[in-house]
């Protein structure tokens, strides 16, 4: 939504500048100088990028429209979630959790929880390392490595959409002034029209050199942000989930694990001692 919103603002700032200068926005208006800058993008894009790469910044640019689905209210469930998993296992032993780790769509757990549930890279890690505790092959510290790497690989792979939008961008002024010499050379070819003839052609012209600035700085440059703030956030859900895996590991509590995984959370996002309490004491009564 902000997203939008700044395109509006973007927009408005431009064009009333423009008008209040007593210009006139059917001045702008150049289909043939957008056709230009905008199929050279494309195209450059598409020569610069593997399919894989192409794909996953299609999927990727809607979630760079929507809010931020990485609340605090998720968060709470993320914590109240693996608080119930580790409280299982205290009591019940680790072999208790392996119907629910093989089959988390069937699990009573995991089913109570469906915004966590739904996220299938969170369910893949939490799942992945929780089998590999209940193997009881594996230390501590050999997990955490595995644990950073897999984050570390997550965490490239996500940021590829991103670079790829930021390249795009950084491209786009040159190509308005691609644009900008076609029309040029376009006007120097009809250099027999009357001059006012020829005004409407070089400011044509000029026209892509606008286009190629705003589209980067103002439209395609932004959305890079963004991408990169949710992945940054995605990230942070798998480290909270590591950190509180971990010190259960090392023996602690389950109360004293989900503290641990609590405070490497985002502080904007990040619930009170007092509200993660409240929460997992009300969810142990329904």
Do not use: W
Not at 69 to 85: N, P, V
Request: with cysteine; hydrophobic share 50%.
């Amino acid at each position: 939504m902000f997203v939008l919103i700044g395109y509006v603002v973007v927009l408005g700032a431009v064009i009333g500048g423009f008008v209040m200068a007593g210009g006139h926005v059917a001045a702008l208006i150049q289909p043939n100088e957008l056709v230009i800058i905008a199929g050279a993008a494309s195209g450059a894009f598409l020569a610069a990028n593997s399919p894989k790469v192409v794909k996953a910044t299609v999927k990727a640019l809607p979630t760079a429209l929507k809010g931020s689905k990485f609340t605090k209210a998720l968060y709470i469930d993320l914590l109240a979630m693996l608080y119930e998993i580790l409280a299982k296992v205290r009591k019940e032993g680790l072999m208790s959790i392996e119907p629910d780790v093989d089959n988390p769509g069937q699990s009573p757990i995991f089913t109570k929880y469906p915004n966590i549930a739904s996220d299938h890279h969170v369910i893949e890690f939490l799942t992945d390392y929780l089998r590999l505790m209940v193997g009881g092959n594996l230390n501590a510290f050999e997990i955490e490595n595995l644990m950073d790497n897999e984050i570390e690989t997550h965490h490239h792979e996500g940021e590829v959409p991103a670079h790829a939008l930021a390249r795009t961008a950084d491209a786009l002024p040159a190509f308005g002034i691609v644009a900008a010499v076609m029309g040029v050379v376009h006007t120097m070819e009809s250099v027999g029209l009357p001059p006012a003839e020829l005004g409407r052609l070089i400011a044509a012209a000029l026209v892509g050199t606008f286009l190629g600035i705003l589209l980067s700085y103002g439209f395609v440059g932004p959305l890079s942000s963004p991408l990169e703030q949710k992945l940054n956030e995605s990230t942070k859900m798998l480290q909270c989930i590591k950190v509180t895996l971990l010190a259960s590991m090392n023996g602690y509590a389950p109360q004293v694990a989900v503290e641990f995984g609590r405070k490497v959370l985002y502080s904007t996002e990040r619930p009170s001692f007092k509200e993660l309490e409240d929460e997992v004491r009300a969810r142990k009564h329904k």
